[in-house]
């Protein structure tokens, strides 16, 4: 009999510390591969250190986190699995969009350029493909920045507000391209303040206050358990409402 | 740590290049500095060409003393020049990569360094190239022969690439002391403003000095930093040559490159993944600066908070006032006299005031609506009129202007031996002027607003539009020109006309009602277009 699969995402004990502020205390989370679990927490309540940590931009100060079975200390082997979304699209303003996805492409040794065509079709991007970056509107970076981030096909895809700054027609493309990731077994993690989006996409969510889990599981448990049939809002702002939420 | 991928690394490095190549063409003033770096660097490589032609023959014949003089001076210069560019370059832009976020969560940050590297070494060339083909070419086809081009050559490529490296090297060590050092974090915008200031007065005041130059250069002759000139002894066939140290020169400039990356990789794995100190501003409701004790209760709030406002945002990025300090270089020459002849010039109190005047006036006040930068929709429609906002901008120019213009002209002034009557004309004039010119700058200011953003060491900061500069220091200049020829006929007796009362005093007299009738025009004019000005 075969060991079941390593998770996706899997941290123990992680905790980050800046100086004397508690970012993150004592995180234990695991994603199963294949899911998309939804992120939630205030500003400030250590989701972005959560992603740093795992995205191997940043170390913790103790614990351990695994991204796609590879512990994030290693992180040449990390980011061959992940693809990464952050707040901010990291596009260069000065190469076109398609210059980009070559770029991107080629530094992942992932050329092809069937698939690059075919998102930036999806994603409405073809016809502005052949413009400088800087002339993009919001939402054409985020597009651009996602497409990126998809372009390989990663074990696991990690998105920070992936929906912020687009309109609506361009928000329905983004997640069911999620959804549609999630079916080919990517496993999705998504932070995000729109709550209906996790709703709708997610199979578990966390939702993370001053650094702790305060509440963990599947949208429909959570309503049913914490807001006895409310929405994922009610569940939000009754787990996180002990404290004033901006830090 | 991992060894870098060469394929990675490149594809990094030529996109690196180009988006510096479209930088440059994508704006007037990259071109221009393009089109004049360009046609500067072709003239020196004429020059340096004909030069090697010419004058190679006179390194074979020369003593073996003066060949390893002129080698280590050379290979000192280049390597110092290539460092301090490279360092400049690391600090402000290249010491991490762009859009880092995506970069480093695609490829591992070993192949982002190299390939940073990569591209500042293809900087670094590209500024080289052409003078160091010159040069090769100058010294085979001249008399000193393939074997020395060859020598020089090699030896210029190497060390150019080592002072890129220690240059990116040193660089990542200034980024990751800001990010760790609390002190350094809370005041890095002063240290900035600081060094960038201090270094090319510093070089400046250096090479002033050639005794200085010469003793450090005879000190580094004697030492195993000059080895490498035994190449070029050996390429010679001087028989003072001693191949021993040739060889060792060789292997340790060579070997210093592997060294040099290594240690470059390590800093950046330390550097760009380290948790910057974030220094807290601290707010007191109740504590009373300097400000506040100058200015409550003495002028309106609204002309406070604007003074106060504009302090702050210098105090905590002193890079968005840095061009201000501009007219305090027209004050090289005359410190290049102080150092060399150890005499100050009875010109210097003057022309010292008139400088920080200058400089009071360009801090604040020379670009009143685009400074605003995106808060300018909020300041329009806050209850600020036009003149509590443009009096607000001129003392906050004026006030601490007035203080420095003080210190300068009375040091200087003492220093130089100016007589009482002389000295306290160019400390009138130098006040009236320094309270008059942010009014001049506002007027000027407002006339040619910029609000475009200019990457100015790496930080996007609206500065002044170029034509605000200039029709600032017309009137400023034409305003202070009776003060100012008056000064100079009496202390210099020009015309016989040394210590006349009366030229000082009609001067004085010419220039405040100058100053005071641009400066009442200029504060009128940037009020009402202040007050007036909408989004078109």
């Given at each position: ?9 899997s ?9 004397d502020t508690?970012?993150?205390?004592d ?14 927490g205030?500003?400030g ?29 290693d ?8 693809g ?24 992942r040794g ?14 409405d ?13 919001k ?17 696991v ?9 687009l ?5 329905r493309?983004v ?7 999630a ?12 709550l ?10 966390g ?27 009610d569940?939000f ?11 | 740590?991992r ?10 490095a030529?996109?690196e ?15 221009l ?13 004429l020059a340096l ?13 020369s ?25 400049q ?12 976020d ?36 100058g010294?085979a086809a ?6 020395v ?23 990542l ?7 760790r050092?609390?002190?350094?974090a ?14 090319p ?15 450090v ?14 190449a ?7 028989p ?16 210093s ?6 240690a ?17 501003h ?23 908070v ?5 302090w ?13 300090v ?22 210097f ?6 400088a ?25 429609t ?6 509590n906002?443009?009096?607000g ?11 420095l ?15 009482p ?20 700058a ?15 060491q ?21 305003a202070?020109?009776?003060a100012g ?5 009496s202390?210099r ?16 007299t010419?220039t405040?009602?100058l ?19 909408r989004?078109d």
């Amino acid at each position: 009999m075969c060991p079941p699969p390593a998770p996706a995402i899997s941290t123990d004990g992680l905790t980050k510390r800046y100086g004397d502020t508690d970012a993150i205390v004592d995180l234990d989370l695991t994603v199963p591969r294949g899911s998309v679990f939804g992120f939630l927490g205030p500003n400030g309540a250590g989701k972005t250190s959560t992603i740093r940590i795992l995205t191997t931009l940043t170390d913790p100060t103790s614990g351990t986190a695994r991204v796609a079975g590879e512990p994030v200390s290693d992180r040449a082997a990390v980011v061959d699995h992940i693809g990464f979304l952050p707040e901010e699209s990291p596009l260069y303003d000065e190469l076109t969009g398609r210059e980009q996805l070559e770029y991107i492409a080629g530094l992942r040794g992932h050329e092809d350029w069937e698939r690059v065509e075919s998102l930036l079709d999806r994603f409405d991007l073809s016809a502005d493909a052949d413009r400088r970056v800087e002339t993009y509107s919001k939402g054409m970076k985020q597009k651009l920045g996602l497409v990126q981030a998809l372009l390989h096909e990663p074990e696991v895809l990690i998105l920070d507000e992936p929906t912020s700054g687009l309109d609506p027609r361009a928000a329905r493309t983004v997640r069911d391209t999620i959804s549609e990731v999630a079916a080919a077994e990517t496993t999705v993690f998504l932070s995000t303040h729109i709550l209906p989006v996790v709703e709708e996409l997610a199979d578990t969510v966390g939702v993370l206050y001053d650094g702790d889990l305060v509440a963990e599981g599947a949208p429909a448990e959570l309503t049913d358990e914490i807001a006895s049939g409310g929405t994922l809002e009610d569940v939000f702002l009754d787990v996180t409402s002990e404290r004033p939420a901006e830090q | 740590m991992r060894r870098p991928d060469g394929h990675r690394a490149l594809l990094v490095a030529r996109i690196e290049l180009r988006r510096t190549w479209r930088k440059l063409l994508g704006t007037t003033r990259g071109t221009l500095t393009l089109g004049g770096g360009g046609l500067m660097i072709s003239l020196y490589s004429l020059a340096l060409g004909a030069a090697a032609l010419f004058l190679g023959g006179a390194l074979v014949e020369s003593d073996p003393h003066a060949v390893r003089l002129a080698t280590t001076g050379a290979i000192g210069g280049l390597l110092g020049l290539v460092a301090f560019v490279t360092l400049q370059h690391a600090v402000k832009s290249t010491g991490e990569p762009d859009a880092a976020d995506g970069l480093l969560t695609t490829i591992p940050y070993e192949d982002a360094l190299a390939g940073l590297v990569v591209a500042e070494v293809g900087r670094v060339f590209a500024g080289l190239a052409l003078p160091l083909l010159a040069l090769t070419l100058g010294l085979a086809a001249g008399s000193a022969g393939v074997g020395v081009a060859l020598v020089v050559l090699v030896g210029s490529v190497l060390v150019a690439v080592l002072g890129t490296l220690v240059g990116y090297g040193l660089g990542l060590v200034t980024k990751l002391v800001a990010s760790r050092s609390a002190v350094v974090a809370r005041h890095r915008a002063s240290i900035g403003a600081f060094v960038s200031l201090a270094l090319p007065v510093g070089w400046i005041a250096l090479t002033t000095v050639p005794s200085m130059q010469t003793r450090v250069l005879r000190l580094v002759t004697r030492s195993p930093l000059s080895w490498i000139a035994d190449a070029v002894l050996l390429a010679l066939e001087n028989p003072s040559a001693d191949p021993v140290h040739a060889g060792v020169a060789a292997i340790a400039l060579a070997g210093s490159l592997p060294l040099g990356s290594v240690a470059c990789l390590w800093l950046a794995g330390r550097t760009w993944y380290a948790d910057p100190i974030q220094p807290d501003h601290e707010f007191d409701a109740d504590e009373r600066t300097l400000s506040d004790r100058l200015l409550r209760g003495r002028v309106s709030t609204a002309t406070r908070v604007v003074a106060q406002k504009s302090w702050l945002r210098t105090k905590r990025a002193p890079i968005t006032v840095q061009y201000a300090v501009m007219p305090f270089f027209f004050l090289i020459y005359q410190l290049q006299t102080v150092v060399l002849e150890g005499v100050v010039s009875p010109t210097f109190p003057l022309t010292a005031g008139l400088a920080s005047a200058a400089a009071a006036g360009a801090a604040f006040s020379l670009n009143p609506l685009g400074g605003e930068e995106s808060v300018l929709p909020l300041t329009l429609t806050a209850n600020v009129s036009g003149r509590n906002f443009v009096s607000g901008l001129v003392l906050a120019g004026a006030l601490p202007g007035a203080a420095l213009t003080t210190v300068i002209v009375v040091g200087v002034g003492l220093a130089a031996g100016t007589p009482p009557l002389t000295l306290g004309v160019a400390l009138a004039t130098a006040l009236v002027v320094t309270v008059t010119a942010p009014a001049i700058a506002a007027g000027t200011g407002v006339a040619f607003p910029k609000f475009e953003s200019s990457s100015v060491q790496g930080r996007e900061v609206v500065v002044p539009s170029g034509w605000a500069f200039v029709g600032y220091f017309v009137v400023f200049g034409a305003a202070v020109a009776p003060a100012g020829l008056a000064f100079l006929f009496s202390v210099r007796d020009l015309f016989s006309l040394g210590g006349e009362p009366w030229l000082l005093g009609g001067g004085l007299t010419a220039t405040v009602l100058l100053c005071l009738g641009c400066g009442a025009v200029g504060y009128s004019y940037a009020a009402n277009r202040v007050a007036t000005y909408r989004f078109d």
